[in-house]
């Protein structure tokens, strides 16, 4: 998906709006106690903000700084507590090890995992399945992202549902009813912070993640 | 103990009308309105405790309501919370900016749910009487 200068900043625009009747409906909404719309109203927000960030970062220069993966892995998991428990999914965090840190954007990083996450969450899975934010080694990269028992799709299903993002209303039809924009979302962050979002294997689950690359100087310091 | 006095900059009516309904109903006395001039207005005549301030505004935004409000002496203490659609990373307040202009918190109105507000709100009023 390419569009011009002009037509992502019209775009920027009009998803910037969105913003402010969710926010209303946010808002109204924890009023009224209805916990359950809040959560679709916020993860909305979330989802634009991530799509916003992420045309940013295909525009601009990318500011890195040393980030912890484990920090990020730890905050994607308390943004998605809310929507965890409304769907009924166990939700839980597992960090395999000590990491270096890695030389990436907090922000967009972080954007990436909750995004996934909140995906996979709102995916029509069976209720009271197992959601885990999990980061572990593999040779010299972190895998770090959202794994499942749940989750079916392959890494060549994911390609094929990124490349036909905007053509087609359900990318993801064995995985999702949604049209998933979280995911190209997350995969336009995470191609520029460092992989394409990929599909892995762990421990007898599926997950959707990023891999990235320890600084060898920053674990030095 | 009397209702602390709190004034809302806030351009959007329905957002504004429900931080109003949400804070009136706790123990403050909220006073609202839609842009940096008025505020000024507001502020002469009856000096808050505290003002929640949106940095998009229309005509008088919120940057220069805040200089202004500041560049009068007896105005200098009163805190600021912002609460604003731009994010941080995204505006021109650097630390020292912040600091300079007496703003007590930076939050990201998108995911600023009312109760966090509130508490904000109440953190802030208890250290400025401490």
């Known amino acids: ?57 295909a525009q601009n220069e990318l500011n890195l700084e040393p980030v912890s993966v484990s920090e990020v892995l730890s905050d994607a998991a308390h943004n998605l507590t809310k929507t965890a428990r409304i769907y009924n999914c166990n939700l839980s965090l597992r960090i395999e090890g000590k990491f270096a840190p890695v030389m990436s954007s907090k922000t967009e990083m972080e954007s990436a995992l909750t995004l996934i996450g909140q995906t996979v969450i709102e995916s029509n899975l069976d209720k ?16 770090a992202g959202v794994f499942t028992s749940d989750l079916k799709i392959t890494n060549d299903s994911l390609r094929k549902a990124i490349i036909s993002a905007g053509l087609v209303r359900q990318g993801l039809p064995d995985f999702s009813h949604s049209p998933v924009a979280g995911i190209y979302a997350a995969d336009l962050l995470l191609t520029r912070l460092t992989s394409k979002l990929q599909v892995f294997h762990h421990n007898n689950l599926a997950g959707l993640a990023g891999n990235f690359i320890p600084s060898q100087q920053l674990s030095l310091i | 103990m009397s209702r602390a006095n709190i004034l809302i900059v806030e351009p959007d009516i329905m957002l504004g009308t429900i931080y109003k309904d949400f804070l009136s109903k706790k123990k ?52 600021v919370i912002i609460n604003s659609h731009t994010p941080q990373t995204k505006t021109k307040l650097d630390k020292d900016s912040v600091k300079n202009l007496g703003i007590v918190g930076y939050y990201y109105k998108p995911i600023t749910s009312l109760e966090k507000l509130y508490n904000i709100i109440e953190d802030s009023i208890s250290s400025t009487v401490l």
Not at chain 1, 22 to 50: C, M, P, Q, Y
Not at chain 1, 128 to 143: C, D, F, H, L, T
Not at chain 2, 48 to 62: K, R, S, V, Y
């Open chain 1, 1 to 57: 998906m390419s569009y011009s200068p002009n037509e992502d900043q019209l775009l920027i625009n009009i998803v910037e709006h969105l913003k402010l009747p969710l926010t209303n409906i946010s808002l109204k909404s924890e009023i009224a106690n209805l916990i359950d719309i809040k959560s679709l109203a916020d993860n909305s927000i979330r989802l634009i903000d991530g799509f916003i960030l992420g045309l940013n970062l």
């Open chain 1, 128 to 143: 009271n399945k197992e959601v885990i934010i999990n980061a572990y080694k593999s040779g010299n990269k972190i895998i």
């Open chain 2, 28 to 79: 403050f006395n909220v006073e609202i309105c839609n842009d940096g001039q008025k505020a000024i207005d507001i502020i002469d005549k009856k000096t808050p405790d505290l003002i929640i301030l949106e940095l998009q505004l229309a005509a008088h935004n919120g940057y220069e309501f805040l200089y202004e409000l500041r560049s009068y002496t007896e105005w200098f203490s009163i805190p």
